[in-house]
Every structure is written in structure tokens, then in C-alpha cells.
């Protein structure tokens, strides 16, 4: 069992790690609402890697979260890109799509971005180990 | 000489059909402002709430404004509102994983039947437009031939079945809001009877009112026919599919669009642009339209 203490007593990289993947989970799930299961799927495949990097720990792990924080980095650049495209050239872009690239947006692909740095540059201090020690 | 003597009677004949094929004056006394008001305030020549002119209808905002301005008047002619709001797929996995569903909201309202009946006749057009286009014939024009046949269906006195008017949300979008109302409508598992989607119906430069009926079901094409037949009103099968009625065919339900001549290219050269706007629209080709869909409805009904 994970307690909510153990949860709480992680450190700061540990949690941001924890924050992006609940992110990824969550758009999965709100697109399982409405039939869709390929953002979560991918997500999910995205997240094995990482897993696996979880169960086997130390250097393991680092390099799994090593993959992660690139994989989010990629993820917060290609927002941007995307959003750069669409204002050079919008044509042929469904409306629901083109409004949806909002300020709020651009703050949430640069987040992603900063996001991603944090984790890479520290990934050495990620450790569930030394918290989550009551797993079964 | 020959020739001009089978001409003259030709004229006459023509003259005559072409008076036969006039719309009832009452009706377009009634019709025709409403009309005109629907549209003015839909593609920005009038204020549509508190000061507020739209220039198009596709972002959410006013999507948003313009649903709430289909609803305020459908409860005003007495129909009661069904709103359907719905979440889908940006129709393109990678976008799927960058963005958030896309939303909106379909305006739907229904008119029961005077006896008891659970069976229904579906009608309806798109309210949002592409971007940077007033959307005045695509399609202000649909919007306000179905609201203006809803009045007059509701002062019917006998009718057997319930009807059912929905305003789709994103047609441009690759008909997401009709295709979201379909796939609801088929796990209603309510009786449709029919599914009749309008959109644009306010160019006709031959004036010759022709009407295009886009992928007919069998008994829908008779039925259509048959009065336009009554109404001297000339009427082509196209296989157009682009549309709303696309959607309800796809669910299996009997459907058609209706429009302009777009296929015998007798359609608004404004199409999708910003000069698709109030001036543009042929009114009473949309009076005759409309009269011609609510006899079907008429019919539909004896």
C-alpha cells in the first residue's frame, strides 16, 4: 500500500515526476470518456520504460527517468512548434483545433518544457525507495 | 412563323405554372421578417445580444452566443429545449495527444406530438461557420428556414408525429457536432421516422427555385418529389455528402440534405469567404424553400 505520508514526504523531483505522469494519465482518461483509447494507450507504452526503470531502481532508474524528462521536453517542444505552424499557416486546420491554441496553451507547452529540464537535471535525486518503502 | 405560334401558347403555359408556383402570400407575409431578422443578427448586420455583432461563428465564444440566441428562440415559438452537449476526438491522433477533445453544443428542441405518438421527425442545420466567413447563406440561411418552419409547425393543429429542430454545432469541423448528435440519437433508440438536415438555401441566380436533395432515402426522394411536383418547384439528386444528413445516413437512420444548386453550380460564389454576408441572400428563394419543406412536413403529417 502507498501511503499518503509516503507521498507526502517525497522530495520535490520525485513529486515533478510524479506530476507528469498523472498529467499524461489524466488527458488518456478524459479522451476514455469519450470513446477514444490511443492517448491512453500510448501514454501507457510511453510509461514502461519507466516502470521498468522504477522496479529495478537505482542506476536503472535514473536512466528510465533520464528517457522520461526527454520524452517531456520533446513533448512541451512540439506543442510549440505545433503552435508556431498554425500561426504561420492555419489553413486547413479544423476551428475546434485552431482555437484551442490559446495563451493558456503557450504557457502550458513552455511549463512542459521547464518541466522536462527540472527532471533531467535532477534526475539523480529521484528515489521512491527511500519513501515509498512500505510497497508491498 | 410555325415556330412562333408554339411559342406563345409555350409562354402562356409557362406563365401560368410559374404563378401556380408562387408561395402563399400569408406565409411570406409571416416568414419574411422573421427571416431577414434571424439572418441580420446571425452574420453581423444586427446586434445578436447586448451590443454584441458577430463577424463569424466559429470560435467558442461564438459558438457559444449564437447557441444561446438558437435556444432563447426556440423557447420563444414554444418548443422545448433539449440541448446536447458533447465532447470528440480532433479527428487526427496527433492532435489527440497535443489537445484537448474538441467540445460544443448541440441546440436541439422538441415539439410533441397533438396525440400520442413516439415517433419522430428530425430536422435541422449548422449553426457555426468557417473562419472569417459571416456564414449568411452557409448557413444563416438553413437556420432560419428551420426556424421559421418550426413556427409554423407548431400552429399546426393536428400532428401525429413529434418533431424534433437541432441546431449542429461544428459542421465545418468535419460535421463533428452532427455526427456526436447521431451516435446519441441511435442509443436513444427512439422511432425516428426521418432525418432532414438543411444547409444553404439562399442562392438562385436562374430563379428558377431549384432544390437539391443530397443523398435521398428511396421514400424521402418520393415524398420530396411529389410535392415539389405540386409546387412547380424543379428538384436534383446529388450525391453531395459533405453535410449534416452524412452523419445520420452513416447511423443508419433514413436521411437527406437539402440545398441550393450547388452540384448544378448554381450556389453562392462566397462560399466559405468573408463576402458570404446579409446582402447576398436571395430571401425569397429561402421563403420559397421554406414553404416547400414545411409542405413536405404538411404532408409528411396527413
Partial sequence: ?136 | MKSTLFLIPSFILLSLFELEAQVDPVFLEEMLPFQKEVIAKLCGKSEISNGMFLTQRASPEEREITAGYLSNSLTAIGWKLENHHYKATNGNPFLDLILEPMQGINVAAVLPATILSDTYVVFGSHYDTERGSPGAIDNATGIALCLSVARQLKQLENRKFNFMLVFFDQEEDNEVGSRAYAKMLKTTQKNIHSVHTIDMVGWDNDNNKGVELELPAPELERLYNSVAQQLKIPVYRTKVSSSDHKSFIDQGFKALGISEEYVKRDSTPYYHTPKDTYDTVNFEYLSDTSYFIFNVFKTLLQ
Avoid at chain 1, 492555419?90 to 495563451?103: I, K, L, N, R
Wanted: include cysteine.
Fill in chain 1, 1 to 136: 500500500m502507498i501511503h499518503f505520508q509516503d507521498i507526502k514526504n517525497l522530495n520535490r523531483a520525485t513529486s515533478i515526476l510524479i506530476l507528469s505522469i498523472l498529467l499524461l494519465l489524466i488527458k488518456g482518461l478524459v479522451y476514455i470518456f469519450i470513446g477514444v483509447i490511443y492517448p491512453l494507450g500510448i501514454g501507457l507504452l510511453l510509461l514502461l520504460p519507466l516502470l521498468y526503470g522504477y522496479l529495478k531502481a537505482g542506476k536503472k532508474l535514473q536512466k528510465a527517468v533520464k528517457y522520461w524528462s526527454v520524452l517531456v521536453i520533446c513533448y512541451g517542444l512540439i506543442r510549440i512548434l505545433l503552435n508556431v505552424f498554425i500561426y504561420a499557416d492555419d489553413s486547413g486546420v479544423p476551428s475546434g483545433a485552431y482555437y484551442q491554441f490559446t495563451v493558456w496553451y503557450g504557457l502550458k507547452s513552455i511549463s512542459y518544457v521547464i518541466l522536462g529540464v527540472y527532471l533531467f537535471i535532477q534526475r539523480k535525486e529521484i528515489s521512491f525507495q527511500q519513501k515509498l518503502s512500505d510497497i508491498n
